[in-house]
């Protein structure tokens, strides 16, 4: 069963995808798919864009791997590219300056908050960048951070309105302002 906080990042994630209409959309970190999936619809809504996706999957339960696969052959269908297993510390570095219009972080919640200055460098001036589990780990709240002291724009969603959610994790949503 999928969490209504996965259904309003998906929602979330899925209409700035299709109002902001990337033409290059990074997703570090695949977790159950779901976002992967949100993000390949909107693609698909829009008729352009194109996704690379890069997971290390040092986190995985090997039960999950028959659902892994299918996530990656629907991926292969939009033309999109897949690092995995790499690091995404190495990918990112390795990625050109202003790359990335849209950015999506939900991985190696130990360490992403160590390169941020990475993720600033690769997306396009005005990329969207999405950083999930904020509050959960201290390493991706360095993202709030850090787009504070450089006067990023930044919106964080950590709120409940029922009890069956699940948003005290936080997600923040921030503009690359160049």
């Known amino acids: 069963m999928m969490y209504l906080l996965t259904l309003a990042i998906i929602l979330l994630i899925f209409g700035l995808l299709v109002s902001h209409k990337p033409e290059r ?18 693609i698909k809504y829009n008729g352009v864009g194109s996704l690379d996706t890069v997971d290390s999957f040092h986190d ?23 690092y995995a297993p790499v690091l995404e510390q190495v990918f990112v570095k390795q990625v050109p300056d202003n ?20 993720i600033w460098r690769i997306g396009k001036p005005n990329a969207v960048i999405i950083v999930h589990d904020i509050y959960s780990y201290r390493s991706p709240f360095n993202y709030v951070v850090e787009a504070g002291k450089l006067k990023k724009p930044v919106f964080i969603f950590n709120k409940s309105s029922r009890p069956d959610e699940q948003c005290e994790n936080g997600m923040a949503v921030i503009l690359n302002g160049k």
């Open 25 to 42: 959309v990074l997703e570090l970190g695949i977790g159950n798919g779901y976002v992967t999936n949100a993000i390949m619809s909107a």
């Open 60 to 82: 995985w339960n090997m039960s999950t791997k028959e659902d892994l696969a299918k996530i990656l052959k629907e991926i292969d269908k939009i033309g999109t590219h897949i």
């Open 99 to 118: 790359t990335y219009d849209f950015i999506i972080s939900d991985a190696d919640h130990h360490h992403v908050g160590e390169w941020t200055d990475e």
